[in-house]
T-cell receptor
């Protein structure tokens, strides 16, 4: 595997379900990001981890819970989501100190 | 509120023409500027970065930056149908982990 991978690529869940999104980067980077992309809205930064520590949380609802066990893996745990949370969730990575972020293919999430 | 503004388009240009994509930003302290290309259903891909006033050329792409006017543009010469995509402008204030602020993107359509 190369670059940034995300699983699953598509996810349909009910509002009472609990699920997790996974991201893995194979670039040797040490910063990872979660973004949300909704139709007709700019990319929204959700979480930033640098050297496995969370450095940014853009007032994201607590129903989204990130986890970064090491510099190569990032998870987004989901529980009791709302239909308006349906979106494309993108993971990105960069080298600490570099501005250039590389994105994974995304997870298309639909909340029923 | 830091904002990045782009015309949503669609911008339609004939094959072989020059496509001009524009972006303005509100944060005068911004130092780093990026253009990402996003094909429909795919994740953003970094295509250009620019940090200093003036022009930066890479193949058929030229990024132009004017910090005094808070304006950054992307020119695509000899446009091809494969250039049809949404182009996202992203801006950041300074060092590595400062969040990127994205515009909503401009949809470019190159007509064969």
């Amino acid at each position: 595997e190369t670059g940034v991978t995300q699983t699953p690529r598509h996810l349909v869940m009910g509002m009472t379900n609990k699920k997790s999104l996974k991201c893995e980067q194979h670039l040797g980077h040490n910063a990872m990001y979660w973004y949300k992309q909704s139709a007709k809205k700019p990319l929204e930064l959700m979480f930033v981890y640098s050297l496995e520590e969370r450095v940014e949380n853009n007032s994201v609802p607590s129903r989204f819970s990130p986890e970064c066990p090491n510099s190569s893996h990032l998870f987004l745990h989901l529980h009791t989501l709302q239909p308006e949370d349906s979106a494309l969730y993108l993971c990105a990575s960069s080298q600490d100190g570099s501005y250039e972020q590389f994105f994974g293919p995304g997870t298309r999430l639909t909340v029923l | 509120q830091k904002e990045v503004e782009q015309n949503s388009g669609p911008l339609s240009v004939p094959e072989g023409a020059i496509a001009s994509l524009n972006c303005t930003y509100s944060d005068r302290g911004s130092q780093s500027f990026f253009w990402y290309r996003q094909y429909s259903g795919k994740s953003p891909e970094l295509i250009m970065s620019i940090y200093s006033n003036g022009d930066k050329e890479d193949g058929r792409f030229t990024a132009q930056l004017n910090k005094a006017s808070q304006y950054v543009s992307l020119l695509i010469r000899d446009s091809q149908p494969s250039d049809s995509a949404t182009y996202l402008c992203a801006v950041t204030r300074d060092s590595g982990n400062t969040p990127l602020v994205f515009g909503k993107g401009t949809r470019l359509s190159v007509i064969a």
